[in-house]
């Protein structure tokens, strides 16, 4: 197991002050003199989608309480090809799934064909989910070189996030929410983005170099992020904003094996995160894989519970779904088995566990992690109410508000 106990002592304090000055720095106006242009006034900034009663889900049985935490990548361009999922859906087993136009084991087509077949897809899909607890049906649609939905099939193009942070943020604003029309029209419901990232190491492999950052600057990372929240909530589309708590500096690739930013990662990093939460426009917060002895001197971001409930939970205040990277990426798997990742993600904070099932494909992986969390609560590792916290959140986050538990 990874460690770096040579830090203790002295680095939980350089954690301690540099989380009290990203906040207050953070707390700061969103857009301070040079920095872009506030979002339009034309729609409320941050003014998240509606939310429609529902019943609490103290009344769900624990195996359909546990697929509502899962966000599972799916193989099949049509509901037929599809059926494995969609009959998880159909028994509330699985509560959400992870759209992608490219199945990377195999390089053919994963769910993605044409607009209309996406459509037909997601619907089928969406159909087949139980009353009172909707699906959750996301991709990472950032613009640019991420994006799910291209031209290469029928999709308009989309400018990539440093494009967007080199412009004003009312551009910003309009960019998105057009892309959310676009995920819209085939039944997306959450986007995973947007980064907010800052592109401080022009080399680092996964932000920087591929353009999904806005900027090197927090100020200018926070308006357009921002504007680009409040363009997807003008169609109704959620958005989770990713990496916390910050993977900018680093120097590796999180999907091929552990990044360790100890030496590199500073507080300014913190900041955007920081503003959003103060400002309540994410709908979620998605985590990173990185390894930081400052903040915790054992276990990467996502199995941190120093990280995610006392940095992002507690200090930070923020109080709507937690979502892990995917739990197949190699900083991952290279350090536990899948049934601990599991377990120190719950204990960790995480309500969505996300598991692309890219890297590599496992078609019962739904099924082993639904067994593998029965057994964390079943040996008392794992409290149910814990994993009711979770669901109260996204269930929130699917746009319906669970009525509170009596007492």
């Not at 037909?120 to 799910?148: F, K, N, Y």
């Not at 999904?212 to 929240?229: E, K, L, Q």
């Not at 500073?266 to 426009?281: I, N």
């Amino acid at each position: 197991m990874l460690s770096r106990r040579r830090f203790l002592a002295g680095g939980l304090a350089l954690a301690t002050a540099a989380l009290v000055a990203a906040c207050e720095s953070a707390l700061r106006s969103l857009t301070p003199t040079g920095s872009p242009a506030p979002p339009s006034p034309t729609s409320p900034p941050t003014a998240a989608p509606s939310v429609e009663p529902t019943a609490s889900p103290s009344a769900m049985p624990l195996r359909q309480l546990i697929g509502q935490m899962l966000l599972v990548g799916f193989r099949g361009l049509t509901l037929e090809e599809a059926e494995p999922t969609r009959s998880l859906i159909a028994t509330g087993e699985l509560g959400g799934v992870l759209l992608f136009s490219v199945d990377q084991p195999t390089g053919g087509l994963r769910n993605v064909e044409s607009p209309e077949q996406l459509r037909a897809l997601v619907s089928g899909l969406a159909a087949a989910a139980p009353s009172g607890t909707p699906l959750l049906v996301a991709i990472d649609q950032e613009g640019g070189e991420v994006a799910r939905l291209n031209p290469t099939h029928g999709f308009p193009a989309t400018p990539s996030a440093a494009e967007m942070g080199s412009g004003d943020a009312g551009t910003t604003e309009q960019t998105a929410r057009r892309m959310a029309g676009t995920l819209a029209d085939v039944g997306v419901t959450l986007n995973l983005a947007p980064v907010v990232d800052l592109a401080v190491n022009p080399d680092n492999p996964i932000i920087a170099a591929l353009d999904r950052s806005f900027s090197a600057d927090p100020d200018v990372v926070i308006a357009h992020a921002t504007a680009f929240i409040d363009g997807m909530h003008g169609i109704a589309i959620r958005c989770a904003a990713k990496h916390f708590p910050g993977q900018g500096s680093a120097t590796g690739d999180t999907h091929q094996g552990v990044v360790d930013v100890t030496d590199v990662w500073t507080e300014q990093e913190l900041e955007p995160f920081a503003a959003l939460s103060a400002s309540g426009a994410p709908d979620a917060i998605l985590t990173a894989h990185i390894f930081n002895a400052n903040l915790d001197a054992e276990h990467p971001a996502t199995l941190s519970k120093p990280t995610v409930t006392g940095i992002l939970r507690q200090q930070l205040r923020f109080d709507r779904a937690v979502i892990s990277d995917d739990l197949q990426m190699g900083a991952i798997t290279e350090q536990y088995g899948y049934e601990e990742a599991v377990a120190l993600a719950i204990e960790a904070g995480i309500d969505v566990l996300l598991i692309a099932n890219q890297i590599v494909y496992e078609p019962d992986i739904v099924e082993r992690t639904l067994d593998i969390i029965e057994g964390l609560v079943s040996d008392g590792r794992i409290d149910e109410a814990t994993i009711r916290a979770s669901v109260d959140r996204i269930l929130r986050l699917k746009g319906v508000a669970p009525t509170p538990s009596p007492g």
